[in-house]
């Protein structure tokens, strides 16, 4: 009579029979081996805690053999013939190897440390349940040395699970340290943390978490991908040393990151909880630089629905990659100072930068065609979101409180985000978008900046460099609703700007702006409307050099609300058409070369028009002016204007 059916009725028959009882199972084993979740019964079927050291192997029933009971092996290895499956059924098996003749099968449930596998064998199921304590894992608090073995036996158990042909790797309950910084002669951070295999799904809870070691090293990394393909990580919680760190060799140590992904192609990162990592909570990057043979870069990666909480430098890097989804996130506190280490540069939730100089090789690194919309930011040290170096970057629908901003970029979009200031810095300092630098003018072009909501910004929007188009935008309660650097063809049109602020500004020249060539603010049937309490309109310092006669900027269509005047100064070129002002006026101080033409201008608090000091070669014609007195439609405050023309004009 087969084993299992014989103990079976032994046991029915209520008959003490020593291979079948639970008498001789010693206590260590249950301890150690069997599952907290698992009761003991009187049916060795059901109970793992059964004892049967003498099972029989040869007990196959269609072609199956079953674990009811726990077997060990001692040491020693079982031959498991062709086209066979090792079944469980509430058992387990330790101790020793299974040696499978060919097309073999096992259920992942019998799986362990303790159980080796050999010949041909695949698991029954793709998905495997990871337990911790199966596998030599130690949670809580532990020494460097449990730490490592604690990360290889993780790694090595991914790796074995894949072998065998399980692609989905699920963890629930896990709270333990893993020693990642690197060992002596490794050239790559990433080697030596927990790495996730190609073709890979690991499924975490929150129950599930994964500790950094604390450490003295300079770049650690918990969890990476590294040169990988068609990766899924999702779940569960990483936690970094950054408060627990050794930084006392002066380093800066910004480069300690819980997620790494190198070279790293269609893959997933979704669901995750980032804390305190003392570098990036992510980085994105490539192996290799561009210009070498080996290069391999990251592409078609999408980080999704994840929180991250006090990461030390930024929450996200991508230094280089194509193709990049970065959506659905909450970003909390990037960079912050906490009361045991302060934050780093760069500070932001996001920040693209991929290295462009300083190799004579060529481009070190390419990040380009990234998006990134639907996330939430607050809170973060310097800025939300910028594009330090990457083309192609659409930043969209995003709800933030620090700012967006793009240094070095072609082609970066930047499009239906409401951004609220909430901190002093940025209500009394702070820009919200920053599109472009005026010291990197010909490296940024193809920008658009339009759609967005913002409120209680000092400044809204700041415009620099070349090819860039601004409209649509609502800005709130800024001091300064627009600003505009050093531009060449820009169009900046159907922008609203309402500020009850004290002071507050429209559209303002930066006061070191050097020239605006083929610039238009306004559009023919789309004019900004703006209503602030100083200046709607403030351009000076503009297109006065020599080279910039022929320079055009035209200011038109646009609807101008204050008590207070609009001034243009030290500006060549400009023309102001067809614009509505209401209550103030405009001022003109050494303008010249330009054109004030059929505008309507209502001032109640102002002259029409006044021209001060300076003013040449002005055609002023066809306005329609309406002032009360004191006041006059067109007042010229000194005699050294020279050609100056005006005709048409009907003053009321």
């Keep these: 009579m087969k084993h299992t059916f014989y103990c079976l009725l032994v046991l029915l028959s209520v008959i003490h029979f020593t291979s079948c009882s639970t008498d001789n199972l010693e ?12 009761t003991g019964s009187d049916d060795p079927e059901e109970d793992p805690m059964a004892s049967c050291d003498d099972f029989d192997w040869t007990n196959i029933i269609d072609d199956k053999i079953t674990i009811n009971c726990v077997v060990n092996l001692n040491g020693k290895t079982i031959d498991i013939p062709s086209n066979t499956s090792v079944i469980y059924k509430g058992g387990d098996v330790k101790n020793g190897t299974l040696n499978f003749a060919s097309n073999g099968k096992i259920d992942g449930e019998l799986l362990s440390a303790s159980l080796g596998l050999n010949g041909n064998v695949q698991l029954i199921k793709d998905e495997f349940e990871f337990i911790p304590s199966r596998w030599g894992i130690v949670g809580g608090k532990v020494s460097d040395e449990i730490a490592r073995s604690n990360r290889d036996n993780f790694e090595n158990t991914m790796h074995k699970i894949k072998e065998i042909g399980g692609n989905k790797f699920t963890i629930n309950k896990l709270d333990a340290y893993f020693k990642v910084d690197e060992p002596s002669g490794s050239p790559i951070p990433s080697l030596a943390a927990i790495n996730v295999p190609s073709d890979f799904h690991l499924s975490m809870t929150s129950d599930t978490h994964i500790r950094m070691q604390p450490n003295s090293y300079k770049r650690p990394t918990l969890l990476a991908t590294f040169k990988a393909n068609n990766v899924t990580i999702e779940g569960g919680v990483l936690h970094g040393d950054r408060d627990e760190h050794d930084y006392s060799d002066g380093s800066t ?12 192609k269609n893959s997933v990162f979704k669901n995750i909880r980032f804390e305190d990592a ?6 994105v990057i490539a192996s290799g630089h561009s210009f070498d043979s080996n290069y391999v870069f990251s592409d078609n990666v999408l980080i999704t629905n994840n929180t991250m909480i006090r990461s030390r430098r930024n929450h996200i890097s991508i230094t280089d990659g194509r193709n990049i989804i970065v959506e659905k996130n909450n970003f909390i506190d990037a960079s912050i100072h906490t009361s045991k280490s302060r934050g780093v540069a ?8 991929a290295v462009r ?10 990040a380009e065609d990234i998006i990134i919309r639907d996330n939430t930011e607050d809170g973060s040290r310097i800025g939300a979101f910028t594009v330090h170096t990457g083309d192609r970057v659409t930043i969209e629908n995003n709800k933030l409180e620090g700012s967006i901003s793009y240094s070095v970029s072609i082609g970066t979009i930047i499009r239906n985000n409401e951004i609220t200031a909430t901190s002093y810095k940025n209500i009394n300092n702070g820009t919200a978008i920053v599109a472009g630098r005026d010291d990197l003018f010909d490296k940024n072009y193809d920008g658009r900046v339009y759609d967005n909501i913002i409120k209680n910004y000092a400044i809204g929007i700041s415009v620099t460099n070349k090819d860039i188009d601004t409209y649509n935008n609502q800005i709130i309660n800024c001091k300064t609703g627009l600003r505009i650097n050093s531009v060449r063809n820009a169009k900046i049109y159907n922008n609203t700007i ?7 500004n429209g559209i303002v020249s930066h006061p070191r702006s050097e020239y605006m060539d083929n610039v238009i603010i306004g559009d023919e049937n789309k004019g900004n409307i703006i209503e602030v309490t100083r200046a709607p309109l403030q351009i000076q310092n503009t297109n006065h050099e020599n080279g910039q006669d022929n320079f055009k900027l035209i200011i038109s269509n646009n609807t101008l609300k204050s008590n207070n005047t609009s001034t243009i100064s030290n500006v060549v070129g400009l023309e102001f058409v067809k614009n509505s002002i209401n209550q103030g006026g405009i001022r003109l101080v050494n303008y010249k070369n330009g054109k004030i033409n059929n505008n309507i201008i209502k001032s109640t608090t102002s002259n ?8 040449k070669n002005l055609e002023i014609s066809n306005n329609k002016i309406n002032v009360i007195s004191p006041f006059e439609c067109i007042k010229e405050t000194t005699t050294d204007g020279i050609n100056i023309d005006i005709k048409n004009l009907q003053c009321n």
């Excluded at 140590?253 to 790293?264: C, D, F, M, N, V």
């Excluded at 003392?278 to 980085?283: I, K, L, N, R």
């Excluded at 760069?346 to 930068?353: K, S, T």
């Design 27 to 38: 206590e260590q084993d249950l301890e150690e081996d069997v599952p907290e979740t698992v």
């Design 498 to 504: 309402k500020s009850t602020r004290e002071n507050s």
């Design 346 to 353: 760069p500070g932001f939730a996001i920040d693209v930068e």
């Design 608 to 615: 029409g028009i006044r021209i001060d000091k300076g003013c």
């Design 357 to 366: 100089h300083g190799h004579p090789g060529g481009i070190p690194q390419i």
């Design 253 to 264: 140590h910004e480069w300690g990151h819980l997620l790494r992904i190198t070279g790293t």
């Design 278 to 283: 003392t570098g990036d909570a992510v980085d």
